[in-house]
């Protein structure tokens, strides 16, 4: 296949469909390190993978296949392999990996990473990004500066436009089948001993404390933590059985 002998050449090794067919939170850890590359008529660009969270479909409440299969999330409850792809805030774009037999919906987030390929590819389609993100004319190449290196990929929205993807690139196969492809670099090794550090999940509004983040300990590459906070309770008042005005927490 063309994309896997690519791949091979400047020294990956695309990863085998059984590597995605474990829980979320076995693929999880084993990705750091791994890549993900996305073939255009633009060029080459690839990622190091550098931080990840897992998320557990039906089982787990800040998962998006929690409440059961939609038109959205459909590619979660297909095989394993497949980039599950999503808008958020109505701005941004994230990917995922979908772990697990079909029908689990398992998938792991993919949330920062380092551009090892295609780097002035990469800050070109980031510069774009920022400038239409600031209502900036086109034209004015000058008026946003440009991201440093390790901000070109660090955090899911930015490693997506790194990457170029968007909607377009959801359900593509990522085991060699498609332009979008997960690897191994030929000289990766395990992570030693305190490799990888774990913590709570970021931007949910349940489950929070689940320390299913994982990130290559001390990487610069690793995006900037926010703590969730949860949401305050506010009275609403609700009528009552005997018309009177009641009031409800939420």
């Not at 919906?105 to 390929?117: D, I, Q």
């Amino acid at each position: 296949m063309i994309i896997a002998a690519s791949l091979m050449r400047v020294g990956f090794e695309v990863l085998p469909r059984e590597f995605f067919a474990r829980s979320a939170l076995q693929v999880a850890p084993d990705l750091l390190g791994c890549v993900l590359s996305h073939e255009t008529a633009a060029g080459q660009v690839t990622v190091v993978i550098t931080e990840v969270e897992a998320y557990a479909g039906l089982v787990d409440p800040a998962s998006h296949a929690f409440r059961g299969q939609t038109a959205r999330n459909a590619v979660m409850f297909g095989p394993p392999g497949h980039a599950y792809v999503y808008f958020t805030y109505g701005m941004h774009f994230c990917v995922n990996l979908v772990c697990e037999p079909a029908g689990h919906a398992s998938a792991v987030l993919l949330r920062a990473g380092r551009v090892a390929e295609g780097a002035a590819l990469a800050a070109t389609r980031r510069a774009v990004t920022r400038r239409a993100a600031s209502g900036a004319a086109a034209s004015s190449q000058a008026s946003v500066r440009p991201a440093v290196e390790r901000d070109l990929a660090r955090g899911p929205a930015r490693l997506c436009q790194a990457l170029a993807i968007d909607r377009g690139q959801d359900g593509l196969d990522v085991c060699g089948g498609s332009p979008l492809v997960a690897g191994r670099p030929a000289d990766w090794t395990e992570p030693g001993p305190g490799g990888i550090s774990t913590g709570p999940r970021v931007g949910i509004s349940q489950a929070q404390d689940w320390p299913w983040r994982f990130w290559l300990t001390g990487d610069r590459h690793v995006s900037s933590y926010k703590e969730a906070r949860p949401r305050g309770y506010r009275a609403k008042r609700v009528p009552t059985d005997d018309g009177r005005d009641g009031t409800m927490q939420r």
